[in-house]
Each structure stands twice: as structure tokens, then as C-alpha cells.
């Protein structure tokens, strides 16, 4: 069985079985999505073709989402973190205090 990429590329891959759940939810097998370069998140198509599925990679939420928020706010240093949580949990447990 040849695994059809989005790309062109094809790449040999056993043919592998997979059980449809109630929800109508199939698990891709791990040597396919090696093949096509699938990783958790990534969008992918399902395409009729005759009497046959093919499925192909669409993109990656990684790609689509990369620099998203760069910009947006300065980074904050490992000793700014620290404060930002020793000052939630100082507050957190003044609050519980009733004070």
C-alpha cells in the first residue's frame, strides 16, 4: 500500500487496520502518521476517490500558529515568574485567611 502525501511524495507503508468507535472516530495508525508527517494537532483531509478514502495531511497547527503571539506582551524573566507566583500564592492564602 503506497501512502499518499499532501506533497507528492509517496512513501511504502503496510496496510493496517483500524477500528471505527461509535463516534465515528478512527485512530491513524503510527507508521502512517510518520509517513505523511502527521503530529497531534495538524489538520488533515479525507477525500473520496471512487471506492477508496485517501487521506492527506492539510497543514500544521504549529506552522499556522507560529509568531501568533510574538510581540504582544515583553517575556518575562525566570525571577519575574517566581515573583508573579510567590505574590498569587501570598494573596491566595490572605484570602483565605479572611484577610
Given at each position: 500500500m503506497l501512502v499518499s502525501s499532501a506533497y507528492g511524495e509517496d512513501a511504502p507503508v503496510r496496510e493496517r487496520l483500524a477500528v471505527v468507535t461509535r463516534k465515528g472516530q478512527v485512530t491513524i495508525p503510527v507508521e502512517?502518521?510518520?509517513a505523511l508527517g502527521i503530529e497531534?494537532?495538524?489538520r488533515v483531509s479525507f477525500v473520496v476517490d471512487e471506492d477508496e478514502v485517501k487521506l492527506r495531511r492539510t497543514g500544521s497547527v504549529v506552522a499556522r500558529t507560529a509568531g501568533a503571539?510574538?510581540?504582544r506582551a515583553p517575556a518575562m524573566t525566570v525571577e519575574r515568574l517566581r515573583e508573579a507566583a510567590e505574590e498569587g500564592m501570598s494573596?491566595?492564602?490572605l484570602r483565605r485567611a479572611g484577610g
Open positions: 502512517i502518521r510518520k497531534e494537532g495538524d503571539f510574538k510581540g494573596e491566595d492564602a
